[in-house]
């Protein structure tokens, strides 16, 4: 970022400086100023971000919890936690909350992607309509926010600062693994962004893109950005243009506007500092959220700076002394100093307890499409807050410094600090945290809802690994609470998504046959006395065999038969199921041996394209039934025995199972009704 004199300016240089970049000036023409340099980004790499200044700044991105909703012995836990995270934080500090309109159009472009060879009518028909109700819920002001802790290279643990990007890298991830344990402590999930600097660019460009990045995602910029370099340098071949960082998140333009303003992207923007004074007197966890209360749709800057705790010490002692001498003068005036006199000896008693000393400045961004929408948001907000005895200073003459301030670089302009800042020391700081309100929304999710505390829309992917650290998901509710209604609503959404399900119901199966067909699934009753049949000894092959058969090196490609004959041994034990039938170690390998010569029957051995009567066309061999298997078991004089658990899928109640699978497995959507 600029030096600190660079937006240091004087009221006479500010005023020039509004008067330049007015449209229709006298000056303009002169004003050089791109959009470009105020992105003041030069590289990304490895999850780093390298701005123009020298600085090397990373960015995290914090999942929020149901705060409000936990008992209060777990809130002081968070509270506790967070305090401790401070002094394993960097000393040094940015928390940005940024909330937009949610955006459909990927969420609704991918649906329709993963629906582009479906030819159901009915299945189209259900598509239909649930985009219809995502986008009715997305038009009640569903407001999507995301929080963001930004940090800087300062060096490894000793403090030695390097030039050497390996090092460099080194220390800022174990900086990153630190923060990202502290949050998780708290339950907090995060994510990283060190194998995706797409990630991290679109961050950028949601910042400094408000209203393009509506209508025109960062992907589709990356393509005009491209196609338009390929035309210059095509046709003005000494140019050799190549589109940078900066070309691909700049916004379209910026102007700073007579006081009190910045348009950015056609995006009005005003800022309002919270003064020193109007912090809660007794702080606690979550009271940032009031700010929130007051506007949905506005962003929180929260930036905090380690001070020297002994020359603080120092201050604080002289000031305690001082203040107690004054007092003595009893008049109105001793007993302000006095009143100050207790409030150094509080902070000092804190800082010898082992506390660290910060400043802090919290900035309210305000965004509106015209600048009247704009002053009217702003006189809501600062009246909505005067309940809370929270005032705030808004911009005058220096919408440019707190435009800086806000960005999601971790820099602060100094008047900016100097004027707002507010000493807080760790148990202080604890209550900063605002990551309060649950909120999920990922375009490749599926839409639940409103979120109950907020007016986000809840689209929710769990099988995002870099979020979650396993897709489960447990339901659990009393009898007629609707866990049958959520589950199929869940899976008729995934199943638009373009992910393959398959139900397995032991109970009420026929509940869910109007959903599953209604969506072009296939329903397969396997009661006893079914008609329908799915061959257990039939091999499938895998979703990614095809590919492992090409494989050339055979070595590392596993057998099919193998993992089959493991599965039915693992399901013939299930049906030994009493501690009298276990089997024993030699019964398995006499299995094993039995299966595996039942398949040789049918041809089929350990090379996996032995299961294929034409691979060409992808045609299997017809497979050994259960039939087959009972016999080549009772052959076999030392596990005989065994075959008696087979008879009621051979000729008793459950025989429909003993045959070739007569139904369709390779739909999408699967219900079996056991």
């Known amino acids: 970022m600029p ?27 002169n004003n050089q100023t791109h959009t470009q340099d105020f992105v003041e980004v030069e590289d990304i790499r490895n999850g780093l971000i390298f701005l123009s200044d020298g600085s090397i700044i990373q960015i995290i ?18 509270t506790n936690t967070f305090s401790f995270m401070f002094q394993k934080f960097p000393k040094n500090g940015h928390f940005k909350a940024m909330s937009c309109e949610t955006n459909l159009d990927d969420f609704v472009n991918n649906i329709r992607t993963s629906c582009a060879g479906e030819t159901s009518p009915a299945f189209l028909e259900r598509v239909e309509d649930y985009i219809e109700n995502t986008l009715l819920l997305r038009s009640k002001n569903s407001i999507k926010r995301r929080f963001f802790y930004i940090s800087e290279y300062v060096g490894d643990i000793d403090g030695n600062v390097s030039t050497d990007f390996t090092e460099i890298y080194r220390a800022m991830m174990l900086q990153q693994m630190s923060i990202v344990r502290g949050f998780r402590a708290m339950g907090n999930a995060v994510i990283t962004y060190e194998n995706n600097s797409m990630g991290l660019a679109e961050i950028l460009y949601s910042f400094f893109n408000p209203k393009s990045y509506k209508t025109e995602p960062l992907l589709s910029r990356y393509e005009k950005l491209n196609a338009s370099a390929d035309y210059i340098n095509r046709n003005y071949p000494t140019a050799k243009y190549e589109p940078s960082i900066k070309d691909l998140v700049a916004p379209r333009g910026i102007r700073f506007g007579k006081w009190d303003y910045v348009l950015v992207d056609g995006v009005y923007h005003t800022f309002l500092c919270l003064r020193d004074v ?78 660290d000393l ?25 009246a909505e807050m005067k309940p809370y005895s929270m005032h705030f200073d808004t911009t005058f003459l220096n919408a440019d410094a707190l435009y800086r301030s806000v960005m999601p670089y971790m820099y602060i302009n100094g008047d900016v600090m100097a004027a707002h800042k507010r000493n807080m020391t760790n148990s202080s700081l604890a209550t900063l945290y605002h990551f309060t309100t649950f909120e999920i929304f990922n375009d490749y999710g599926y839409a639940l809802g409103v979120a109950e505390h907020s007016a986000t829309l809840f689209v929710l992917d769990n099988f995002n690994t870099s979020l979650f650290v396993n897709p489960h998901i447990f339901l659990v509710g009393t009898s007629g609470s609707g866990k049958s209604y959520t589950e199929m609503m869940i899976t008729s959404r995934m199943r638009m998504q373009g992910t393959r399900v398959i139900y397995v119901l032991p109970l009420k199966g026929h509940e869910y046959k109007r959903n599953v067909t209604s969506l072009g699934g296939t329903y397969i009753p396997l009661y006893p006395g079914s008609k329908f049949c799915v061959n257990i000894m039939e091999i499938r092959p895998e979703d990614n065999s095809i590919d492992s058969f090409e494989n050339e ?22 049906l030994l199921n009493s501690e ?21 029957d049918f041809g089929i051995t350990d090379d996996n394209n032995s299961i294929w009567a034409d691979y060409e066309n992808r045609i299997l061999k017809d497979m050994p039934i259960l039939s087959d298997l009972y016999e080549g078991i009772l052959k076999n004089e030392k596990i005989s025995d065994i075959a008696s658990v087979l008879k009621p899928w051979i000729s008793g109640s459950c025989k429909n199972m003993n045959g070739q699978t007569n139904v369709d497995l390779s739909n999408k959507m699967l219900a079996f009704d056991i």
């Open 61 to 78: 991105e914090i999942i929020p919890i149901n705060f409000h909703d936990l008992n209060d012995v777990k809130k002081r836990m968070i």
């Open 553 to 574: 090196d055979k070595e590392l490609t596993a057998s099919i038969l193998s993992k089959k004959t493991s599965s039915i041994i693992a399901w013939l034990r299930i």
């Open 278 to 355: 109007s912090y809660p007197n007794r702080t606690y966890t979550g009271w940032i959220d009031t700010l929130t209360s007051g506007c949905s749709d506005c962003d929180i800057d929260i930036h905090y700076r380690s001070l020297d705790k002994s020359t603080y010490g120092y201050l604080l002692d002289r000031k305690d002394v001082i203040g107690k001498g004054l007092a003595m003068n009893n008049d109105e005036k001793g007993e302000q100093y006095l009143t100050e006199a207790q409030n150094a000896r509080y902070i000092k008693d804190l800082l010898d307890a082992g506390e």
């Open 358 to 382: 910060y400043n802090v400045v919290t900035i309210v961004t305000l965004k509106a499409t015209s600048k009247k929408e704009l002053q009217i948001k702003r006189q809501k907000f600062i």
């Open 3 to 29: 030096n600190e004199t660079s937006l240091s300016l004087t009221l006479k240089e500010k005023l020039e400086k509004l008067k330049m970049l007015q449209p229709g000036s006298d000056d303009s023409s």
């Open 580 to 600: 009298q039938e276990r089997l024993k170690t030699v019964e398995i390998g006499e299995l094993n041996d039995v299966i595996t010569k039942v398949y040789a």
